[in-house]
């Protein structure tokens, strides 16, 4: 037996294809090689004090019993408010919100309540890595449509080629992880209309909807005309408010598609600690100046290390929003991403993600690499310290 099917004996022919997670590979490489981790997408600071203090006043004066399943009341009217405030749509904190454990249980929620086997769903590429295993788990199968560079743009010829009659689900994450893309209004208004036509369901991934840059304003697809009825939109406060490991996030959805994620979330994690859903639901009341602030700060952050990239002659594709960039590793004469990364890793001491691993297979993307800057100043220069004395010849 070899030693991967060992490891693999019982583990679902589904899951086995996708192995480990290349944010917990390149995490582990990182911590290995002492690098500094611009990998896995996670700030190495963390929220508000006042946050903090929330969680643990909550926990010692309890109860810390399970919360209700669908989620704290103060919680879900925090999240209708700011759902009214951001993006003037009405949402029913009691039947159109629903607390998971982060986003991603959110979206397990979303696809394990509303597939069947045999149902389609469209993800365009590059994308999240944790929507294919689940899809597949669902029994359902993944479409890919490969967005266009440069830019990641849409091609709505593609879009329409790729809808059929098993088509149940279109996955719109915006902005989008790992690229920095921001979906035009045009291209939301293009999905919607496949959506309405085909009697779709667009489920959005709106983890980045805070971080976007240069006078940018997010737009849900709750707002987008004709998806109201029709969508899901998911989103989490592990990136507003920096507190990744608490697995706050959420979906809200019409009553119907509510019910969807209902029914499966009920048996997935049945609820989420309830401290750490009352803290967040004090800090999701925060006036606009916190949002603008956050923003403020993730966009000098990015300026910093795209601009100290391209002063070492790379090629850096400025993101939109996230806080995520990407460098285009083509001309410097890698094996590919990964090679690059390994050797960036273990050379230089900067550890990055290679960006085919959010295609199907790896079949594109191996040119790309994908830095995040949600660090402190401190760990951000020192990164740039080290990619500055970095031999960038190829070593094989
Ligand atoms: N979707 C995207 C696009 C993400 O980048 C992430 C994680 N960073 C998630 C979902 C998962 O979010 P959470 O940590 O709240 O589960
Ligand atoms: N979303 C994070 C990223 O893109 C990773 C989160 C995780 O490891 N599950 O880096």
Redesign the pocket.
Known sequence: MSSFDDEMRYVSRTLQPFGT?I??QMSAAAAEAKAVNLS??FPDFDGPQGLRDAAAEAIRRGPNQYAPSIGVPSLRLAIADKMKRFYGVDVDADKEVTVCAGA?ESLAAAFLGLLNPGDEVILFEPCYDLYPPIISRAGAKAVYVPLQRPGFALDTELLARAVGPRTRAIVVNNPL?PCGKVFSEEELDAIAAVCVRHDIVAVGDEVYEHIVFDGRVHKSLLQVDGLADRCIVVSSTAKTFSMTGWKVGYAVARPPLTKAVRMSHQFLTYCTPGAFQEAMAEAMGSPRSYYDDLAAMYVAKRNFLCKALEELGLEVLWPQGTYYLTVDIGALGFEDDLDFCMQLTQRGGVAA?PESFFWKGRRAGRDLVRF?FCKTDETLDAAVARLESFDWAPKR
């Open positions: 997670t944010f917990a896995q997408g991603s992880n993600i995040c």
